[in-house]
């Protein structure tokens, strides 16, 4: 895409924004601790990939290439948790340019300002913003590989030389961006027909290369660092089979419901509490009220100036999309997805409106996934954002072609996300829980002169793996006669200990227990 002075200009506001947002968010998360314990995992990784492993070998697998990214920072000799803040929130920086490239082959600039700026400050994607957490990253190249592909089919083949790796990028950033796939199959298929040409396939042909030698590299590193146990394949079976996940998870939820009942507390929420340690929004706020209102009326007054023509094909697909739905928690995901795609294909396929149903399969493609899994975390559901921000701002059309005064409803929008962007903290439920571990280590190596040296157990072993090394073994609270026939000479407890014998408790750090063995 040709960028002219005012894109340069609105490209220059979205960069500063972003980044300024990114920075008042590294330093809230940084403040506020992780809460997120596999943020542990991924710097565990990162440190395995810096050269070393603390029991990381099998589970190296797990984002890559946020870890890879994350290790950099480490060689450069800053080792601390806010490196994976700094390197989720570059990536979310990089999004947000992509997410204002793909609005803009369809919106004005302004519009796809406000998009963007509506998109990044949206609550749900604040509550994980640059906190090294892996949802934001994958979108961010969700993103650009939607875009280099809707170029590579519409103006010039030569991106998919781009489009493929970002996929293969994306699906060692989160396994789950995999879920794009259908939707892209499908828009290929609205503007091709699978009719290809030479120098289309010649293209797809070098993008594929590319593609599967980046597969095969990363592949090839993570099999070595985890001597050959890799586990991803387990979502993709999964998803194939119908396996909706374990009972036992503390998000286990078999609300089909939940993200659509819950989509106005992730636009806009006054309340953040932390339940189960993961951000809970609750109480929506008027801005939650504003976006529906602009989805709904740009919708109507779409329907009303649109002629829709119907003929066999078109009923046909709306019958399979019928039937996946009445059908929706009867088989496996991926046989509703399969039939949604189906269905939307028929729907579309001699329709204008090609990208606006892609947008809706981008939706339907997640939330069909997500809702089937029956483990569920909010930030699960944030792929489904950018295609929603298209919405809103095909609402925010067309009303704007209704009024005279074109740019009031834009920057109403904008100036009001940009207050939630900084005022979404002090929604933030005040707590220390967080800081816990990280405050209970630094007094262990404070005051406890050989503490590299012995065993230190504790009753989750991600943070002290992260904080004290190799010798801090995992022993449950709970099991009061393990850690009294361990060989520990201290242990940590999250919860006060009344029958440890031969123990005597030397320190509680926002409730945390530190206990050491009686000589």
């Known amino acids: 895409m040709d960028l002219n002075i005012k894109d340069k200009k609105e490209l220059l506001f979205i960069t500063i924004i972003s980044t300024i947002l990114v920075a008042y968010y590294v330093n809230f998360n940084n403040n506020l601790g992780i809460y997120c314990s596999d943020v542990y995992v991924y710097l565990l990784n990162a440190l395995y990939f810096a050269g070393t492993n603390i029991h990381s070998t099998k589970s190296i697998y797990l984002s890559p290439v946020v870890c890879f990214l994350t290790s950099l920072i480490f060689d450069l000799g800053y080792v601390d948790k806010v490196a994976i803040f700094i390197t989720t929130g570059i990536l979310a920086i990089i999004g947000n340019i992509g997410l204002y490239f793909l609005l803009r082959l369809r919106f004005s600039s302004l519009l796809s300002m406000t998009g963007t700026i509506i998109y990044t400050t949206l609550a749900l994607n604040l509550a994980w913003l640059a906190n090294g957490s892996l949802d934001i990253p994958a979108v961010t190249f969700t993103i650009w590989a939607v875009y280099f592909t809707i170029l590579a089919i519409k103006k010039d083949s030569r991106y998919y030389c781009l489009a493929l790796p970002f996929l293969v990028v994306g699906f060692y950033t989160r396994y789950t961006v995999g879920l794009i796939l259908p939707p892209l199959l499908l828009y290929y298929a609205y503007e091709t027909s699978f009719r290809i040409t030479r120098d289309e396939f010649k293209h797809i042909a070098i993008g594929l290369a590319i593609a599967i030698a980046l597969f095969a590299l990363i592949y090839w590193t993570i099999y070595t660092m985890g001597n050959g146990f890799i586990a991803f394949d387990g979502l993709i079976s999964g998803g194939v089979s119908g396996h909706l996940g374990s009972t036992h998870d503390n998000s286990y939820n078999p609300d089909f419901g939940y993200y659509l009942t819950n989509m106005g507390n992730f636009i806009s929420s006054s309340n953040t509490t932390f339940v189960a ?5 609750a109480n929506p706020t008027i801005l939650s009220g504003l976006v529906f209102a602009i989805l709904i009326i740009g919708a109507a007054l779409w329907v009303k100036r649109t002629e829709f023509e119907i003929n066999r094909t078109k009923i046909a697909g709306t019958i399979v999309c019928l039937i996946a739905l009445l059908t929706f928690s009867q088989f496996s995901s991926t ?9 939307l294909f028929l ?5 204008k409106y090609k990208m606006g149903i892609f947008m809706l399969a981008w939706i ?23 295609p929603l ?19 009031i409803l834009p920057i109403i929008l904008i100036v009001l996300f940009l207050i939630q962007g900084f005022a979404f903290t002090s929604t933030f439920e005040q707590t220390n829980e967080f800081n816990g571990p990280e405050l209970m280590t630094d007094y262990i190596k404070e005051n406890i002169d050989n503490w590299s040296e012995i065993q230190i157990g504790n009753y989750n072993i991600r943070p002290y793996y992260w904080y004290l090394g190799m010798n801090s073994p995992g022993i449950e609270s709970s099991a009061t006669q393990k850690i009294i026939e361990s060989n520990v000479s201290y242990y940590i407890s999250n919860h006060p200990q009344k029958n440890l014998t031969n123990y005597t408790e030397i320190k509680n750090i926002d409730g945390l227990y530190l206990y050491q063995r009686n000589a």
């Open 347 to 351: 729907i579309g396929k001699d329709s």
């Open 335 to 343: 046989i509703t997805i399969i039939l949604t795609m189906i269905g």
């Open 389 to 407: 921000v298209y919405f809103i701002m095909i609402g925010v059309d067309e009303i704007n072609a209704r009024i005279n005064r074109k740019n």
């Open 277 to 281: 340690k993961t951000p809970s929004l």
């Open 364 to 386: 339907l493609s997640y939330f069909i996934f997500q809702s089937y899994y029956m483990v569920k975390v909010n930030r699960y559901i944030i792929p489904t954002f950018p």
